[in-house]
């Protein structure tokens, strides 16, 4: 027997060409479906069918965020030509078993319509079913943990030439302790599905940078930093407490959104180049020092920037950025105010932890009448089918 998955168009042009009632007769009268059943008793989805004279198609959609991972599907006309050991369907063996490249919501299956009109048939559908997954921001734990005070010195600046972060202006390392921990995720994982009453599966990912070295940002266009010298720096989360002196601190929802829009070596094709760390650099000094001339301190960079990809960036960043929260994948920026007078603020980025969490785990499930019901059981376990007639032309 052959199989296909079809997709709306296709039943709609079978329809056009096929003079046939388009009807659905699940045997037990539920309304032309029944229902998806993970771990017997959790309804996550509906299977529909109906057929013309060269297919029957069998219809699945899940709700409640729930998705298919895997699915088999047979049909006959006797229970005993379902594939079974001992009374226990053998979903390996059914005639339908795709290979889903990824977990899908919906899905249609055309079996050959073989059958008389009238005719009633057994369907059974197995499928692996995946909950709703979500990723939980560690943020406020991570700037939590992060010390009140560090060490870093710069280790290269962009105008070098050289370096390890070409996407940035300067490289930072920084002591250890800045770093992230995984213990953030040790505490975190075990609390993420506390007020949810199913099985609920999580991963933590918790990335460090390279080493102790972060991308760096000058806040500051006039004061310096220097490079292999050493300085003793209060720690700032951006999304928090900022240093008192800082300028223009609204902005730095707007700059974390540019942090994270990745614009160093973007072709920007109406002005027919690529965004570099200078324009970006200058963009944010743009942000920091909103209303301030910045010329009489940038002149050293003269011909090292574009004034229109500096406007684009920086326009983007204000009318995107405001309210802007980090979230799974992105960066936070993160403050290094030096102890030393007259030294450099640094905006360093950190990449966030954060916790994805599926809700539900993985279930079996199979569609039929519930584990309840005296008809659509398979004798061996709570496995379920489910009937439909045949229906014919006038």
């Not at 090292?304 to 936070?332: H, K, L, R, S, T």
């Amino acid at each position: 027997m052959r199989w296909r998955i079809v997709i709306a168009m296709l039943v709609a042009l079978s329809v056009a060409s096929m003079p046939v009632i388009m009807a659905t007769a699940i045997a037990d009268g539920n309304g032309g479906s029944v229902d998806l059943w993970a771990g017997q008793h959790t309804d996550v989805g509906d299977v529909s069918v109906h057929n013309d004279a060269d297919f029957v198609y069998v219809t699945i959609t899940t709700i409640d965020g729930w998705s298919i991972c895997c699915l088999h599907v047979d049909a006959a006309v006797n229970l005993e030509d379902i594939p079974q050991s001992n009374g226990n369907p053998v979903p390996g063996l059914f005639t339908y078993s795709p290979q889903l490249d990824e977990c899908v919501n919906d899905i249609t299956v055309a079996i050959d319509n073989v059958w008389e009109p009238g005719t009633e048939i057994i369907i059974a559908v197995h499928a692996c079913m995946k909950g709703e997954c979500g990723c939980v921001v560690m943020l406020d734990e991570m700037c939590a943990s992060l010390p009140e005070q560090t060490v870093f010195t710069v280790c290269w600046e962009g105008n070098d030439g050289i370096g390890l972060m070409t996407d940035s202006f300067m490289d930072v390392s920084v002591d250890y302790r800045m770093v992230p921990g995984y213990y953030l995720c040790d505490d975190m994982e075990q609390t993420c599905c506390e007020e949810d009453d199913r099985d609920c599966q999580t991963s933590c990912v918790c990335p460090r940078p390279m080493g102790v070295v972060m991308p760096g940002w000058c806040m500051e266009p006039y004061n310096i930093v220097r490079k292999g010298v050493y300085y003793d720096a209060n720690v700032y989360c951006s999304t928090g407490s900022l240093p008192e002196d800082m300028l223009n601190q609204d902005n730095m929802d707007n700059i974390n959104y540019l942090l994270n829009q990745h614009w160093v070596g973007t072709w920007v094709p109406e002005l027919g180049m690529a965004a570099t760390v200078n324009d970006v650099q200058i963009a944010i000094w743009n942000m920091t020092y909103m209303g301030v001339d910045l010329a009489p301190w940038i002149t050293w960079m003269e011909g090292m920037y574009n004034e229109d990809m500096v406007a684009m960036i920086f326009a983007d960043a204000m009318q995107n950025g405001d309210g802007f929260m980090p979230g799974c994948d992105d960066v936070v920026g993160i403050l290094l105010d030096p102890v030393r007078d007259e030294s450099q603020l640094v905006l360093v980025e950190m990449p966030l932890c954060y916790i994805m969490t599926c809700s539900g785990g993985e279930e079996t499930a199979w569609a039929g009448y519930g584990v309840d019901s005296e008809i659509g059981q398979f004798p061996g376990n709570w496995a379920m089918y489910f009937y439909y007639t045949v229906t014919g032309s006038d």
